[in-house]
C-alpha cells in the first residue's frame, strides 16, 4: 500500500511541480511588465516612414533575410543608419487588408462597415474579404462589396475553388493577389477602430519591427458569467504576457487578427502554413527566428465579440490548445537550435508549451483524491502535509498577475479602482474553477496536438452579440452534440464532490477548497454544456 501511496504521491507532486515553474516564469513576465510603466504606444509619424524598397537597401538590411537578429547575443552586421529626416509630406504605404472568413453571416457586414470607415486615404489601402463560405454570406458579401465600391472603395471578394488549409490556406492563396507593403488581418468578430491603421503602420519605421499586434478587447464581456470569465483571462495575455515578453526581450505571439504585417516578414518567415491549427502562433515564431520582432500596442484596442455559448467556447479553446502543442512539437527544435539567448529560449519554450499546463492540472486534480484517501500511509512513512506551503508561490504568482492585468492594467481604465476590485473579488476564484474544468477537454486537445491527429479548423460562431440586451435566438452554426468528453466532466464533478465528503469523513481538509473548486468548475462545465446543447438544431 505504501508503494502505491508513494506514486500517488510523485504523479501529484511533479505535476504541482511543473504548474508552480510555469506561473513563476509568469511572474517574470509580471516583472518586466512593471518595470517599463507600459510604454507600448508611444507617439510615432508617419514622416518617419519610408518606402520597403528604400529600407531594404538601407545598411540595417544588408544582410540576407530580413533586419539583423534582434535576439541574437552578438551581429557582425554594420550599424544601422541614423534616421532619415522627416518628410515635408508624409508618406501612406499601401495597405491591404485581409479578412478571412468562412460563414459569418451575422457579423461580417459589421466588419467591413468598421474597415470602411478607416482614417486613411482610401487610395492607399485595398480590402480584400477571403470568402471560404458556403452559405448566404456568400450574397451578403458580394452585395456589402457592390456597395463599397460605388463609394470608390478598392475592395475584392476573393472565392477560392478550394477550400484548402483553411484559414492559413486562404491568407497563403490571397497573398499573389495581394499588393500592400503591409498586411492588416481581422477575423470577423472584430470591430476596428477608425484610426487603427493611424496607430500602428507608424511603428514600421523601425526596420526590425516586422509585426504591429494591438490589444483585444471585448465588446460583450458583461453578456454573461461565461464572457466575464473569458475576457479576465485573455487580458492577461493582452497584458502583462505581451508587454511583460516584449520588454523582456522574448519571443511573442501575433494572435491571428487585429494585427498588422510587413510583407516582408511573412516570406522571411516561409509564409503561411496550414499544417497546425494556430498558424498566427507558428508564422510569429517563424519570422521572429528570421530577425524581425513583434511590437505589441497594450494601449491601443481592437473590439472583439466573445463568444456566448460554451460548446462555442470549448470548441475554440480546443483549436486554441490543439494548435499550441502542434506548433509546440514543430518549432521547439528550431527555438533551441537557433542562436537566441538562453533566457529568451526558456521563455519561448514556456510560451510554447502554455497549452500543457491544461495535461498537469488534470492530473494534480485526478490524483489529488487517492493521495488524499492514502496520507495515513504517508504520515506513517514520515511524510508532512507542510511539503506543500512551497507551491503556494505559484498561486501566489497567479493572484498577482490576474489582480495587475484586470484591476491595474489599461484593460480596464473605464472602471474605478473600486470596482474592477470588487470585481476581481468575486470573478477569479470563479475563474480558477472553470479554469480547472476545462482541464479534461483541453487535455485531451493537447494529447491530441502531440500525437499528430489531424483535425478541421472549426471556427467559433459569433451572432453579433453586443450588449446583455441581445439575446441568442439564432440556431443558425450552432453544432453541439452530447460527448464523452462533456459525460466526463459531469463524472468528475461527481468525484470531487465525494472527495470534499471525503476530507470530512477523514477529517483532513487539506485539499477541500481545490475539490470544491474542481467540482464548481467540472459541474459547471458540464451544466452549461448541456443546457447550451438545446441552442442547436
Not at 550599424?79 to 485581409?98: K, L, M
Not at 460583450?220 to 505581451?242: G, K, M, P
Not at 484517501?373 to 511539503?387: A, D, I, R, T
Request: aromatic share 14%; proline share 5%.
Amino acid at each position: 500500500m505504501t508503494g502505491l501511496a508513494l506514486f500517488v504521491l510523485a504523479v501529484y507532486t511533479v505535476s504541482l511541480l511543473y504548474i508552480t515553474v510555469y506561473c513563476l516564469l509568469q511572474f517574470n513576465l509580471l516583472y518586466h511588465y512593471k518595470q517599463s510603466n507600459n510604454p507600448t504606444d508611444h507617439p510615432v509619424s508617419f514622416n518617419n516612414l519610408q518606402p520597403e524598397e528604400e529600407l531594404a537597401a538601407a545598411p540595417a538590411l544588408a544582410g540576407v533575410g530580413g533586419p539583423d537578429n534582434a535576439f541574437k547575443e552578438s551581429s557582425s552586421a554594420p550599424a544601422a543608419a541614423p534616421p532619415a529626416e522627416p518628410a515635408d509630406v508624409p508618406y501612406y504605404p499601401f495597405v491591404t487588408v485581409q479578412l478571412p472568413i468562412y460563414n459569418e453571416y451575422y457579423v461580417i457586414g459589421r466588419l467591413i462597415d468598421a474597415v470602411a470607415k478607416f482614417n486613411y486615404p482610401k487610395d492607399r489601402f485595398e480590402i480584400h474579404i477571403l470568402d471560404d463560405s458556403t452559405d448566404e454570406t456568400v450574397e451578403l458579401v458580394a452585395s456589402k462589396v457592390d456597395e463599397y465600391r460605388a463609394k470608390g472603395f478598392n475592395i475584392d471578394q476573393i472565392i477560392r475553388e478550394k477550400r484548402q488549409g483553411f484559414k492559413a490556406g486562404a491568407l497563403r492563396d490571397a497573398m499573389p493577389v495581394a499588393k500592400g507593403e503591409f498586411v492588416a488581418i481581422f477575423d470577423a468578430d472584430f470591430v476596428p477602430d477608425p484610426e487603427f491603421l493611424q496607430r500602428t503602420i507608424p511603428h514600421f519605421a523601425d526596420p526590425e519591427v516586422g509585426v504591429v499586434q494591438t490589444r483585444w478587447e471585448h465588446i460583450n464581456q458583461d453578456y454573461s458569467i461565461i464572457t466575464r470569465l473569458q475576457a479576465l483571462q485573455l487580458n492577461v495575455h493582452f497584458t502583462v504576457e505581451q508587454v511583460g515578453r516584449m520588454n523582456g526581450g522574448h519571443l511573442l505571439q501575433f494572435n491571428g487578427t487585429a494585427g498588422v504585417w510587413r510583407r516582408a516578414t511573412i516570406e522571411a518567415g516561409g509564409g503561411w502554413q496550414p499544417d497546425t491549427l494556430t498558424e498566427d502562433l507558428d508564422l510569429s515564431i517563424r519570422s521572429q527566428l528570421a530577425g524581425y520582432k513583434i511590437h505589441f500596442l497594450e494601449n491601443v484596442g481592437s473590439p472583439a465579440e466573445l463568444p456566448v455559448e460554451m460548446n462555442s467556447f470549448k470548441s475554440q479553446q480546443h483549436r486554441w490548445m490543439k494548435g499550441g502543442a502542434e506548433t509546440a512539437k514543430k518549432m521547439l527544435p528550431s527555438v533551441w537550435k537557433s542562436d537566441i539567448k538562453l533566457g529568451h529560449k526558456i521563455h519561448a519554450t514556456a510560451h510554447l508549451l502554455g497549452s500543457t499546463i491544461f495535461l498537469f492540472v488534470f492530473l494534480c486534480g485526478v490524483f489529488s483524491v487517492p493521495l488524499l484517501f492514502l496520507f495515513g500511509e504517508l504520515v506513517e512513512f514520515g511524510f508532512s502535509k507542510n511539503f506543500f506551503a512551497v507551491f503556494l508561490a505559484g498561486l501566489l504568482s497567479v493572484i498577482g498577475i490576474y489582480y495587475t492585468a484586470n484591476v491595474q492594467s489599461v484593460a480596464n481604465k473605464e472602471q474605478s479602482f473600486l470596482k474592477s476590485l470588487l470585481k476581481f473579488l468575486l470573478l477569479f476564484p470563479l475563474f480558477l474553477a472553470l479554469s480547472m474544468g476545462l482541464s479534461l477537454h483541453n487535455t485531451v486537445a493537447v494529447l491530441q496536438g502531440y500525437r499528430g491527429k489531424k483535425s478541421p479548423f472549426v471556427r467559433t460562431p459569433k451572432f453579433n452579440i453586443n450588449t446583455i440586451k441581445d439575446k441568442l435566438t439564432s440556431q443558425k452554426y450552432l453544432n453541439g452534440k452530447l460527448n464523452l468528453i462533456t459525460i466526463g466532466e459531469g463524472v468528475l464533478s461527481l468525484y470531487f464532490c465525494f472527495a470534499v465528503w471525503g476530507a470530512f469523513y477523514l477529517q483532513n481538509t487539506t485539499f477541500v477548497v481545490f475539490h470544491a473548486l474542481l467540482a464548481l468548475g467540472y459541474g459547471a462545465i458540464f451544466f452549461f454544456s448541456v443546457k447550451h446543447l438545446s441552442l442547436a438544431k
